[in-house]
């Protein structure tokens, strides 16, 4: 590989001006010149619609990661399956600032069919980052299977799986295992804690 290499010395490169054009002179700019130039302040704050746009993608993939990867009926006698009960329910996703749980849903336990769920997701992923998407997304899965299985407790029983080995099972079929090793190591660090529902 190193035969074509060609070395260079250093001093063989000069500082020359740049070329002129033989039919358009160059032109140079005096100080005073830039004297009249408008300086314009460019705002870098984002409003929360604007910079939270991304969440309602990571729903959407978690809606999808679910009907692919969750075979179960949702808990709501109403629904067939996942995709009816999805089609049937309304879902908001929302960055919350309490310093408290990776997500939370507002489960309604003494209704019998909720019509629609909002989803909070810490403020520590409020970056809209490929490995926040990916984290968020797993979040948006658990508290989804929440909202499926409103009666299941996270760990699992005798009886039944628990949301937090749905959670693993979905998310590692669905090849997001770096989500899953991220979100446990924030867990321990203690930057967030798990889902209190």
């Known amino acids: 590989m190193l035969e074509n290499v060609e ?3 250093a001093d063989s490169f000069q500082n020359d001006p740049e070329p002129v054009s033989p039919d358009k002179p160059k032109e140079i700019q005096s100080d005073a010149n830039l004297s009249n130039v408008e300086k314009v302040n460019v705002s870098a704050v984002q409003t929360i619609e604007d910079s939270s746009y991304w969440l309602s993608d990571c729903l959407e993939d978690a809606q999808n990661v679910i009907l692919e990867c969750h075979d179960e009926k949702p808990d709501d006698g109403n629904f067939a399956d996942c995709a009816k009960f999805f089609a049937g329910k309304t879902f908001a996703v929302k960055i919350q600032n309490n310093g408290n ?3 939370d ?3 309604i336990h003494d209704m019998s069919s909720q019509p629609s769920y909002k989803i909070y997701i810490h403020d520590v992923f409020q970056g809209d980052t490929r490995d926040n998407r990916r984290m ?3 979040i948006i899965i658990h508290q989804l299977l929440h909202a499926i299985h409103p009666l299941r407790m996270h760990d699992s029983t005798n009886m039944q799986k628990g949301i937090n080995k749905m959670e693993h099972e979905i998310a590692n079929r669905a090849s997001y295992h770096d989500a899953l ?3 446990e190591s924030l867990h321990q660090s203690g930057k967030i804690h798990p889902c209190n529902v």
Do not use: E, H, Q, R
């Open 7 to 9: 070395y260079v010395k």
């Open 101 to 103: 749980a990776s997500g």
């Open 105 to 107: 849903i507002n489960l």
């Open 136 to 138: 968020v997304t797993v």
């Open 181 to 183: 090793l991220n979100l």
